[in-house]
C-alpha cells in the first residue's frame, strides 16, 4: 500500500478505518469473541482461529453491510433489479443470497462457440445463463455465465425481508417479535434459469425451483444444493443443481428446528385443505354447467391450467391474473397492450416439439407464472392474456380474461373489458394491441384504424382475479351474446368465496425501460450500420454494386417510422401526406421511389437481415438492379418496459427508369 498512495494518505485512510469501527463498536465486539474463546477453550487462539470465529459469528458481513448500501450490493457483476424501496428503520433485516455456482447442466452446453453469423461471417460469442430471481416484489438478476457444465454463476443480492413484509400489510407493531414475523413470512424465494443467446437476443427456459427459506431463522446462515426442475412432461430428472448460500442479515432469531418445521408443515397442511375443498367444489360447478345442456361439453371452459414447473401443479386460472399498478412508465392502457403485444408469441405446439431445451416435453397447453413469461419475454397466447389483464386491472378497467373458438374451430383468448359508464364491451387482441367492438372494428366512424379480426368469434367463457363464469347462452356468438356475467340466466358463475380459497400466484414487479433516451439514438446507429453492412454483403454476392445514400433519404424516411409506432400503440392513422411530399421533393424527375417497412420486436441484426432476404417484398429492394440505384436504411427503436422494444427498419431504394 506505501508504494500505491503517500504516507498522508495512508494515515488519512486509517483514521477513517478507525472511527468506523469504533463507531460500529467493533472493537467490543471482537474482544467479546476473544473472551469467548479463552473461556472455552482456555488459551490464547492464533491468528487464524480468531479470524475463523469472527467470520463465523458474521461480525465481518456485518462491518460489510454497515459500509456498503444495501440496495448498490450487487451492482458490479449483477444488479438488484426492483423494488418499491419502503422507509425501513436502521434495524431492518435482509436475506443475503450468495450465488456459488452451478453443476451439472449437461443439456445446455454451447457446444459451438465459433459459429458464424450473416454479419461478415463473425465468430458468434458464447450463449449466457442468468439467475433471475423473485421474492415479493423484488427482482433480481445475476451476472451471466457462459454455458458449460459448471457454469460460474456468482452473485450476490440483499431481500428486504421487511419491504415484503410492509407489502403483505403487516402492522409495524406486529414486526420483530423474536423473529415469528418472519417465519409467518411464507413468500418463496424463486429461482428461474435461462439460457441467453446474444446474437438472436432470444431467451430460453432452463430450469425453476422454489426455495423455503425459512430455515436461515435458526443459525442465521444456511448452505443449499438446489435442484432446478425444468418443468417437464417425461422423466422428473433435474436439469442442474445450484449452490447458494442463505444468511439472515443481522442475524437475530435463532428459533428452534422443531418451531420453524411444525409452522410450515401447518401451513402446508392449510394449503392442502384449502386446494382439496375448492377441487371437490370446481369438480360439482363443472358436473352441474354439463348437466345444463349436452352441447356444452364442447365449449372451451377452463377452471385449471398446468404450471409449467418442476411439480407440473394444476392451478386454477384465476390464479394466473393479479391487479398490476400502473407505473410512470407505462401509464395507459394502451401503451400496456402495446407493451405485452411486444413479447414474443411462443405457440404452443412449438412449446411441445421443443420442450424448451429441457429434459422431456413441455405439456402443450401448460402455462407459465407471470414471473418466469417476464423473464423469458416470451409466452403462449393464454400467458400475453394473463399479463395484460392484469395491467388493465390495475388501470381500474373492468377486464376479463375471455376463452373460446376463433373462425377455424381453433381454440382463441383475447382479453376484454365492460365500461362502467355505456356498458359497452371492447376485446384486446392479446398478440397485435389492437381493439374491437363486438359487432366490428372499435370506433372506425373517427377514422381509428383497425385491421380485420380473426380472433375469438364464439366465446364460452371468462375470468378474472376473483371471478370465473361460464356461457349457458345457447347463441355464444360475441356479438350477440349478453355480457350481464350477473345474469344467472346467460352466465354460470363460481361461488366467490370459494375462489378466496386459491393463493394468486406472485404478482411480479414490472421493470422500467433499461434503454434511456440518450441509448436510443446509438442503438438506432449502430443497427443502421450494421445493417447496412449486412446488405451490401449480401449484394456483393450476387454480383451486384451497392451505394447508400446517407444523407437526405434517410431522414425523410425517419417521419415515416415514427407514423407506424404512433399508429400500433394508439390505433389512430396519422395523416401521411406530409410524407409523400417530402419524398417528392427528395428524389428527381426521372427516378423511382419503392421502399418497405418492417417491424421487429427484438435487436438483433442478424435475425432482420434473415428477413430480409427471406420476405419477397424486402428482397426484391435488396437484390434490386435498376440503373443510378440508392439504397438507404432508417430504424426507430421505442423502447417499453421489461426491456421489451419496438424496432422498425424501413428499407428503401431510389433508381432511374428514364434516360439520364
Not at 455465465?145 to 410492509?166: G, I, M, T
Not at 414486526?175 to 430460453?204: E, S, Y
Not at 416439439?353 to 416435453?361: K, M
Not at 356461457?471 to 352466465?491: C, L, M, P
Amino acid at each position: 500500500m506505501e508504494d500505491l498512495l503517500p504516507p498522508d494518505k495512508i494515515r488519512e485512510l486509517r483514521k477513517v478505518v478507525d472511527h468506523h469501527l469504533r463507531a460500529g463498536n467493533v472493537y467490543n465486539q471482537v474482544r467479546e469473541v476473544l473472551a469467548e474463546f479463552t473461556a472455552r477453550e482456555g488459551g490464547e487462539p492464533t491468528c487464524d482461529a480468531l479470524l475463523g470465529l469472527v467470520q463465523e459469528k458474521g461480525l465481518i458481513q456485518r462491518i460489510v453491510n454497515d459500509s456498503v448500501d444495501p440496495f448498490q450490493l450487487g451492482t458490479g457483476r449483477g444488479a438488484r433489479l426492483a423494488s418499491s424501496r419502503v422507509q425501513t428503520d436502521g434495524a431492518a433485516r435482509y436475506l443475503h443470497v450468495r450465488l456459488m455456482g452451478g453443476r451439472a447442466f449437461l443439456e445446455h452446453l454451447d457446444t459451438d462457440p465459433v459459429a458464424t453469423t450473416f454479419v461478415n461471417q463473425a465468430a458468434r460469442p458464447r450463449e449466457q445463463l442468468f439467475a433471475c430471481l423473485q421474492f415479493g416484489g423484488q427482482r433480481f438478476k445475476s451476472a451471466g455465465a457462459d454455458c458449460v457444465c459448471d457454469p460460474d454463476l456468482d452473485d450476490s443480492f440483499l431481500v428486504n425481508l421487511d419491504e415484503e413484509l410492509a407489502r403483505k400489510g403487516v402492522n409495524q407493531l406486529a414486526r420483530h417479535a423474536q423473529g415469528r414475523d418472519l417465519l409467518r413470512l411464507n413468500t418463496p424465494l424463486q429461482v428461474v434459469l435461462v439460457r441467453h443467446d446474444p446474437v438472436r437476443k432470444v431467451n430460453r427456459y432452463v430450469g425453476e425451483n422454489k426455495i423455503e427459506w425459512r430455515s436461515v431463522l435458526k443459525s442465521g446462515v444456511v448452505n443449499l444444493s438446489v435442484e432446478l426442475g425444468g418443468g417437464g412432461q417425461g422423466l422428473k430428472v433435474p436439469v442442474g443443481v445450484l449452490e447458494l448460500q442463505l444468511e439472515l442479515l443481522p442475524v437475530q432469531p435463532n428459533l428452534s428446528d422443531d418451531e420453524i418445521t411444525s409452522h410450515i408443515n401447518a401451513e402446508r397442511n392449510a394449503l392442502t385443505a384449502a386446494e382439496r375443498e375448492f377441487l371437490v367444489f370446481a369438480r360439482r360447478w363443472w358436473q352441474e354447467y354439463h348437466a345444463v345442456s349436452p352441447q356444452f361439453q364442447q365449449r372451451y371452459v377452463k377452471v385449471f391450467a398446468t404450471l409449467q414447473s418442476p411439480t407440473n401443479s394444476t392451478t386454477p386460472v384465476t390464479a394466473f391474473v393479479t391487479p398490476l399498478p400502473p407505473s410512470r412508465f407505462m401509464p395507459s392502457p394502451l401503451l400496456s397492450a402495446r407493451f405485452v403485444a411486444l413479447l414474443s408469441y411462443d405457440r404452443d405446439d412449438d412449446r411441445a416439439t421443443s420442450g424448451n431445451g429441457v429434459a422431456g416435453t413441455a405439456a402443450p397447453d401448460s402455462w407459465v407464472d407471470p414471473f418466469t413469461f417476464l423473464t423469458l419475454g416470451k409466452g403462449n397466447a393464454h400467458e400475453h392474456a394473463n399479463l395484460l389483464c392484469s395491467l388493465l386491472l390495475g388501470h381500474g378497467l373492468d377486464a376479463w380474461v375471455a376463452l373460446g373458438v376463433d373462425t377455424q374451430n381453433n381454440h382463441a383468448t383475447c382479453v376484454l373489458t365492460k365500461s362502467s359508464v355505456t356498458g359497452t364491451v371492447v376485446f384486446w387482441d392479446v398478440l397485435t394491441g389492437s381493439r374491437y367492438h363486438a359487432a366490428g372494428p372499435l370506433d372506425a366512424a373517427v377514422n381509428t384504424y383497425v385491421p380485420q379480426w380473426y380472433g375469438l368469434t364464439r366465446i364460452h367463457c371468462c375470468y378474472t382475479s376473483n371471478s370465473l363464469v361460464a356461457n349457458v347462452q345457447a347463441d355464444d356468438g360475441i356479438a350477440t351474446t349478453s355480457y350481464e356475467f350477473d345474469d344467472e340466466r346467460a352466465w354460470k358463475a363460481m361461488n366467490p368465496i370459494k375462489l378466496k380459497l386459491i393463493t394468486s400466484l406472485p404478482a411480479p414487479t414490472i421493470l422500467s425501460p433499461h434503454l434511456s433516451s440518450h441509448d436510443l439514438p446509438h442503438l438506432e446507429e449502430s443497427l443502421e450500420k450494421t445493417l447496412m453492412e449486412g446488405v451490401a454483403d449480401y449484394r456483393e454476392r450476387i454480383a451486384l454494386p451497392t451505394v447508400w445514400d446517407t444523407a437526405t433519404l434517410p431522414r425523410v424516411l425517419g417521419q415515416a417510422l415514427w407514423n407506424y409506432e404512433l399508429q400500433q400503440a394508439t390505433n389512430i392513422v396519422v395523416e401521411a401526406s406530409m410524407f409523400q411530399s417530402a419524398v417528392r421533393s427528395t428524389i428527381q424527375t426521372g427516378q423511382n421511389f419503392t421502399a418497405f417497412p418492417v417491424h421487429f420486436a427484438h435487436q438483433s441484426p442478424s435475425r432482420m437481415l434473415a428477413h430480409f432476404t427471406s420476405s419477397k417484398h424486402t428482397k426484391d429492394i435488396v437484390e434490386l438492379c435498376k440503373d443510378e440505384v440508392r439504397h438507404a436504411i432508417r430504424v426507430k427503436v421505442t423502447a417499453y418496459a421489461e426491456d421489451a422494444v419496438s424496432v422498425w427498419v424501413l428499407l428503401a431504394a431510389v433508381y432511374r427508369t428514364g434516360p439520364a
